[in-house]
């Protein structure tokens, strides 16, 4: 059975988060990622989006953050979702879909239906290293496995 605790509650398979992947593979990752951030490593830190504790970065997250405000699970469940409106959301699926291949609002969709397992099943194993197995973050933060340094492609 996936982890449950990696539905993004805005359609991003939480396994596939670059802070979530830093922060569970530690090393060299988690440096870069905290560089690239401007923080200090021990501040890359997330248990995924259904388990969010005080430490975690995922507490800063603008789409958290105004689904707390509006007391919604999932952006889905927003009315300006629908109708195209909540602009946070549209620039941030618009980038996601562009730079790592991600269809947040399909995905969003297959968990609004109930797919939740089999969703979380083929995202675990769509983002792993083609060479070690081993699991990786969305396109945008890497060129290389950083587990097996073999370079990949798209």
């Known amino acids: 059975m996936s982890n449950q605790n990696l539905v993004g509650r805005c359609g991003l398979y939480c396994g596939a988060c670059g802070i979530y992947r830093a922060y569970k593979d ?3 990752y988690r440096r870069r990622v905290a560089e690239f951030f401007k923080c200090p490593p021990e501040k890359v830190r997330c248990e995924g989006c259904q388990v969010l504790t005080a430490q975690c970065w995922g507490q800063d997250c603008k789409m958290v953050q105004c689904l707390n405000a509006k007391g919604l699970s999932f952006c889905y469940e927003c009315p300006d979702f629908e109708n195209h409106g909540c602009e946070k959301f549209e620039k941030f699926s618009k980038d996601y879909l562009k730079e790592d ?3 947040l609002k399909a ?3 297959r968990i609004k239906a109930g797919e ?4 979380l099943e083929e995202s675990e194993r769509k983002f ?3 060479y070690c197995g081993k699991p990786l973050p969305t396109n945008s933060f890497r060129k290389r496995c950083y587990h ?3 370079e990949l492609t798209g």
Request: proline share 5%.
């Open 128 to 130: 792993r290293c083609p």
């Open 101 to 103: 291949d991600v269809d």
């Open 148 to 150: 097996c340094s073999r």
């Open 116 to 119: 939740v397992d089999a969703w």
């Open 107 to 109: 995905n969003l969709a």
């Open 26 to 28: 530690g090393g060299e």
